[in-house]
């Protein structure tokens, strides 16, 4: 007569514990090619540069329209001049072809400085933004 086996043979629990490990990789290597938190960071970040970017070209705009069509920051003898934004420094500073070189958040229609950035500069001549990430 045959005898009963009851439970798990050593096999199976071996081949388990293989495929438990085998799918705990995959999920450990997923999530540290697809973390959330850097993504949601550097969306946030993206997202400042652009609002500090259109705000710049806003008032660059506003101020070409009360001036006579002359820039704040553009110069004809000076070289371009990284202005950092957040330094404060009023238009009323600003004298000769010197350009400013120090720019209010309020001046550009923020509160205060974003914060995700630890600096943000814009160009004298081009006016490119350059945003540096904290």
């Known amino acids: ?31 540290n090619n697809n973390n959330p938190i850097n993504n949601a960071t550097d969306a946030v970040f993206k997202s400042d540069s652009a ?13 070409m329209a009360k001036n006579n069509g002359v820039s704040p920051f553009s110069t004809t003898t000076a070289p371009a001049v990284e202005i950092e934004i957040g330094t404060p420094r009023t238009i009323d500073q ?3 072809d010197v350009p400013q070189d120090k720019l ?24 490119k933004v350059t945003c540096t990430k904290k």
Do not use: H
């Open 94 to 96: 600003v004298k000769g």
């Open 104 to 127: 209010n958040w309020s001046d550009i229609g923020l509160s205060g400085m974003p914060g995700s950035m630890k600096k943000a500069t814009v160009n004298s001549i081009t006016g």
């Open 1 to 31: 007569m045959k005898a009963n086996k009851k439970g798990i043979s050593l096999i199976v629990l071996v081949i388990t514990i293989i495929v438990i490990i085998i799918l705990a990789a995959a999920v450990i290597l997923t999530l």
């Open 51 to 63: 609002e500090i970017t259109s705000a710049l070209a806003i008032y660059i705009g506003n101020y």
